[in-house]
């Protein structure tokens, strides 16, 4: 039994490479209680991984460098190997727990087991646990790992009754003999219509498999081809890009999100414009001035109603602002620069992209995306999260904050930017190279005085 991983996945998978470390991950804050003890914590995951069957299995690679990987149940799951405990130095603050999630970040996932960990972090100050949860990007996106999330949380104080599987787990054995030989009598025609197929559905996502029409595939074609063109001029140098080593410091800092709304009501521009306008007056405080404005990634979410798991994003580049020298100025900005990305080719464009290398085989694949790595399109990314607006517990612990944590990609990144926002709370997870100039201490102390000014 195997299951083919997405073009999106594969992508994420091939650009681990050299310092690249494609780990997502979270950092949640929660209130200390018996609850979140070793036992409690192992019962509550295995009481509901048959709800995330993904976390049982691992990559299965059946002729390396010819054939794609493929998802297989991990014949030998050890729950207790994936989730581990750790304590905090004192005094147990957020600069503490910061170092502690920076070196979490700077080691890569084994290949060989399920592709994630979850850290419980005893010793944190004001009375409150942090569990830590990294998973692979070909395992989830930023929405599918909020979905996940929710699973293993609960929307009241006390734990929900969810049925239990009519059968205990067994994993479905895998034969690589028999793949391969299946593999081998494959039309090599079918091959060539399902990619042709796939690319058609990355360019226009609602048109399903079906009913594809020449005229308009021709135009959306030229219009895709015109938003790759824009794309390709480099973005400025900034401190941000030079090589980035394997190693990472992570920051956090949170921030009401009824102050944000209040600002986008004020100045004309929503959420989002508000949140990319306050990094955008973070890096005016930290870099010094270019003749052009820094350059920021954003990831867009294309997933349909029903969809789950895996990866279903598209992504935009959004020049920031930092020539504004005030907040309303710059939500204008970025609001007037996102309203023209919404009427473009750009989120088609950006869908291909992200999916390009999974669609090519594996050792194509491994030469793209070490020749897009080399490409500084964007200076960072910044990427943010709608997340649920009502508190959840896990075990009877309410669940506090849910700080993000994303990876960087290409090696010439040396800043990432999550923003999840949680019950009336917006949280940003900052996460850089270790050796980055200024240090994502400095990135998170203008941040706090871009959040204050907000406020």
């Not at 299951?3 to 998978?13: K, V, W």
């Not at 995951?45 to 002729?63: D, F, M, N, T, W």
């Not at 030229?222 to 080593?245: C, H, V």
């Not at 001035?289 to 349909?304: I, Q």
Request: glycine share 10%; aromatic share 4%; net charge neutral.
């Amino acid at each position: 039994m195997a299951e083919p991983l997405s073009p999106a996945d594969r992508s994420s998978l091939a650009a681990e490479q050299g310092p690249v470390n494609m780990t997502v991950g979270g950092v949640l804050i929660l209130e200390d209680g018996p609850g979140l003890r070793h036992d409690a914590i192992l019962e509550r995951v295995g009481s509901r991984l048959h709800l995330i069957p993904r976390y049982r299995q691992k990559l299965a690679q059946p002729a390396p460098g010819v054939t794609n990987p493929v998802w297989v149940d991990d014949e030998g799951f050890d729950l207790e190997w994936h989730v581990r405990f750790a304590r905090l130095s004192d005094p147990g603050g957020e600069a503490e727990l910061g170092r502690l999630v920076g070196r979490e970040m700077s080691r890569r996932l084994d290949r060989d087991r399920p592709l994630w960990e979850l850290l419980v972090v005893e010793g944190l100050a004001g009375g409150r646990v942090a569990l830590v949860p990294r998973m692979h990007h070909a395992l989830v996106d930023g929405v599918a790992a909020v979905d996940i999330g929710t699973v293993l949380l609960d929307p009241t104080p006390e734990p929900l009754d969810l049925p239990e599987p009519d059968e205990p787990w067994a994993p479905r054995p895998y034969d690589r003999t028999k793949h391969l030989a299946r593999l081998s009598v494959t039309p090599a025609l079918r091959a060539q219509k399902l990619l042709l197929d796939s690319a058609a559905r990355a360019l226009n996502p609602e048109a399903g498999w079906a009913g594809r029409n020449p005229v308009g595939d021709l135009r959306r074609a030229t219009e895709l081809l015109t938003e790759l063109a824009r794309t390709r001029p480099s973005a400025p140098m900034t401190p941000l890009n030079r090589p980035i080593g394997p190693n990472r410091r992570y920051a956090l800092a949170s921030v009401a999100l009824a102050d944000v709304k209040a600002a986008g009501r004020a100045h004309g521009g929503t959420v989002n414009d508000v949140l990319v306008a306050l990094v955008a007056g973070t890096l005016r405080r930290v870099l010094p001035a270019t003749d052009r404005p820094p350059v920021a990634l954003v990831p867009v979410s294309v997933r349909r109603p029903g969809e789950e798991g895996g990866n279903r994003i598209s992504t935009v580049l959004v020049d920031l602002p930092v020539g504004e020298a005030g907040l309303p100025g710059r939500i204008a900005a970025v609001s007037a620069s996102m309203q023209a990305i919404k009427d473009s080719a750009a989120v088609r464009a950006g869908a291909l992209l992200v999916g390009a290398s999974g669609w090519a085989p594996p050792l194509v694949s491994s030469t793209l995306a070490r020749a897009m790595g080399g490409v500084r399109a964007f200076n960072l990314v910044v990427s943010n999260i709608p997340g649920p607006q009502q508190p959840f517990w896990l075990n009877g612990q309410r669940l506090l904050a849910a700080h993000p944590v994303v990876p960087l990609n290409p090696a010439s990144q040396g800043l990432s930017v999550g923003i999840l926002s949680y019950d009336g709370r917006v949280c940003f997870g900052l996460l850089a190279d270790r050796d980055l100039e200024p240090s994502v201490e400095d990135v998170a102390a203008a941040l706090g005085a871009e959040l204050r000014e907000l406020a």
